[in-house]
T-cell receptor, first 113, second 117 residues
Framework: DAKTTQPNSMESNEEEPVHLPCNHSTISGTDYIHWYRQLPSQGPEYVIHGLTSNVNNRMASLAIAEDRKSSTLILHRATLRDAAVYYCILRDRRQGGSEKLVFGKGTKLTVNP | DAGVIQSPRHEVTEMGQEVTLRCKPISGHDYLFWYRQTMMRGLELLIYFNNNVPIDDSGMPEDRFSAKMPNASFSTLKIQPSEPRDSAVYFC???????????????FGPGTRLTVT
């Protein structure tokens, strides 16, 4: 499985934007970039995913570098509820095993009031 | 939809006892995943099913662990006999395959916190 590298932790202030980086220099052309987050004492939840183009949804934006070797999850206005561990995961989009997600250690985001 | 349902939410048992964890996936989803999370090892995939058939059980730690999916709405993860090192939070997740371009987003249950003493 292609690997991702994320900072262990980050801090932000409430109502400020947060940019969570992820490096994936060995990404292949068939890999999707997925982001999940895990709030304290809860199961992980899907945030967003993309392949080549930047993506937006109600939760966040995903900015993907032109060479796809890195990506950034953007929370436009952090709230206290966004404090969680954020996981950047590569998923092979080819059929046969593409359903699997391999979670790393993620980035623990602290949001200060 | 009620989401993925897991039971029990907490289980405390003694070493050597049999433990059965239960999961009800989201209706209509065709994939079901069992994960284990510990501080030391993080979130690990144990096994997953597609249309009730086990596809990949390479993450199952040893023969003491077994998982079944008798129908599309129910799965169990059994540990027999249990050991203290099995203490962890066990998550069940489900997803829907809608083509290779889909996100295969996984929806996780609240987890079962297992403590083996």
């Amino acid at each position: 499985d292609a690997k991702t590298t994320q900072p262990n932790s980050m801090e932000s202030n409430e109502e400020e934007p947060v940019h969570l980086p992820c490096n994936h220099s060995t990404i292949s052309g068939t890999d999707y970039i997925h982001w999940y987050r895990q709030l304290p004492s809860q199961g992980p939840e899907y945030v967003i995913h993309g392949l080549t183009s930047n993506v937006n949804n109600r939760m966040a934006s995903l900015a993907i570098a032109e060479d796809r070797k890195s990506s950034t999850l953007i929370l436009h206005r952090a709230t206290l509820r966004d404090a969680a561990v954020y996981y950047c995961i590569l998923r092979d989009r080819r059929q046969g095993g593409s359903e699997k997600l391999v979670f790393g250690k993620g980035t623990k985001l602290t949001v200060n009031p | 939809d009620a989401g993925v349902i897991q039971s029990p939410r907490h289980e405390v048992t003694e070493m050597g006892q049999e433990v059965t964890l239960r999961c009800k996936p989201i209706s209509g989803h065709d994939y079901l995943f069992w994960y284990r999370q510990t501080m030391m090892r993080g979130l690990e995939l144990l096994i997953y099913f597609n249309n009730n058939v086990p596809i990949d059980d390479s993450g199952m730690p040893e023969d003491r662990f077994s998982a079944k999916m008798p129908n599309a709405s129910f799965s169990t993860l059994k540990i027999q006999p249990s050991e203290p090192r099995d203490s962890a939070v066990y998550f069940c997740a489900s997803s829907l395959s809608t083509g290779v371009s889909s996100g295969y987003e996984q929806y996780f249950g609240p987890g079962t916190r297992l403590t083996v003493t």
